[in-house]
């Protein structure tokens, strides 16, 4: 083939893969600017659609209750959580479930829509049984290190406005989450609503002086503007900008565990960006 051929095949097979790239990762991290630097401290009920609460239950014969973790959709039929939030269950997924849509921990799914006393109304949630829990294979209980588990859910989700998953590649993979200011969001223990927040990622060293133990491997941790203890699973979010517009969230983080730091609540978060190609291989093999 001539050089001019080459170049061609080139730019063909970029635009080709370009485009495979775009579609896998359509639809998901929906970002709207406005709600990024308002100070609330909680959720629209569109806002965050990948954050899920997990549920369980003692035996087959039990209702479901919350499980006090959070999830986040990142697949047509998977979602995360943290090891130490499923590892009492690895053997036993027909005793979880998540409910995803979900605005307010205490509407129950089974409704088609729930209106407060001035009239509005929010889809009820919509829950789905769990098939299989992957828990990262160096999670360690001792340790917390890698403390990341992957649920396949038995059916595809049905996506709405309130159910959508977040993005999995960042357009641009920061080199250190360290001084960046970070979003997160989720169930939390002052409030039955969706919450959310903000946190700046302080380094190893910081963290290590700040509450006597270094962070486990692959963790990272940062103080929160807002003082109140989320559950474990709250996913930590970066933004994927394009053409200098903030295009989507990317999943960055877990919340792997709150850390009573003196005079302040100090957040401990799972990196995402290590294990991510173990979280894509995941999710390939098993949903075809
Ligand atoms: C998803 O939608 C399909 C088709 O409408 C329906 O049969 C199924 O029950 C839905 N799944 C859930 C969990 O609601
Ligand atoms: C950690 O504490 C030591 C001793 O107090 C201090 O010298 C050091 O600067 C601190 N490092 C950080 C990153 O805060
Ligand atoms: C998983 O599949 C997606 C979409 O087909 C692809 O873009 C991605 O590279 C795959 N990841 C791995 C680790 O194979």
């Known amino acids: 083939m001539n050089a001019p051929g080459k170049l061609i095949s080139f730019i063909v097979w970029a635009i080709v893969n370009g485009n ?5 990762e359509a639809n998901c991290g929906r970002l709207e600017e406005r709600l990024l630097f308002r100070k609330d401290i909680s959720t629209e009920p569109t806002e965050y659609p990948w954050i899920g609460l997990l549920v369980q239950r003692r035996d087959l014969y039990q209702k479901f209750e919350s499980a006090e973790c959070n999830v986040a959709i990142v697949g047509e039929s998977h979602v995360l959580t943290t090891a130490s939030c499923v590892r009492r269950l690895n053997n036993r997924p027909e005793l979880v479930a998540v409910r995803l ?16 006393d001035r009239g509005f109304c929010v889809p009820g949630p919509v829950q789905y049984l769990v098939d299989a829990i992957t828990m990262h294979p160096l999670a360690d209980r001792d340790t917390g290190n890698n403390d990341i588990a992957i ?13 959508q998953p977040v993005c999995l590649q960042p357009t641009l993979e920061p080199a250190s989450w360290t001084s960046m200011d970070l979003h997160y969001g989720g169930f939390h223990e002052y409030d039955i609503k969706k919450g959310k927040g903000s946190v700046i990622a302080i380094s190893r060293q910081c ?14 941790c940062g103080f929160p503007y807002f003082g109140a203890a989320f559950f474990k699973g709250a996913p930590m979010m970066g933004i994927n900008v394009e053409d200098d517009v903030p295009s989507s969230f990317y999943l960055g983080g877990l919340l792997a565990k709150n ?8 957040i401990v978060f799972q990196d995402i960006r290590p294990v991510r190609h173990w979280i894509l291989d995941n999710i390939n093999s098993s949903s075809s």
């Not at 495979?20 to 896998?24: N, P, T």
């Not at 850390?259 to 100090?266: F, I």
């Open 151 to 163: 649920l396949r859910l038995s059916q595809r989700i049905n996506m709405t406005a309130y159910i």
């Open 20 to 24: 495979c790239a775009f579609s896998a």
């Open 259 to 266: 850390v009573d730091a003196g005079q302040a609540l100090m």
């Open 101 to 116: 849509g979900i605005w307010d921990v205490e509407n129950e799914p089974g409704q088609q829509y729930i209106c407060n």
């Open 207 to 220: 963290c290590n002086n700040q509450t006597g133990t270094p962070p486990p491997e692959n963790q990272f």
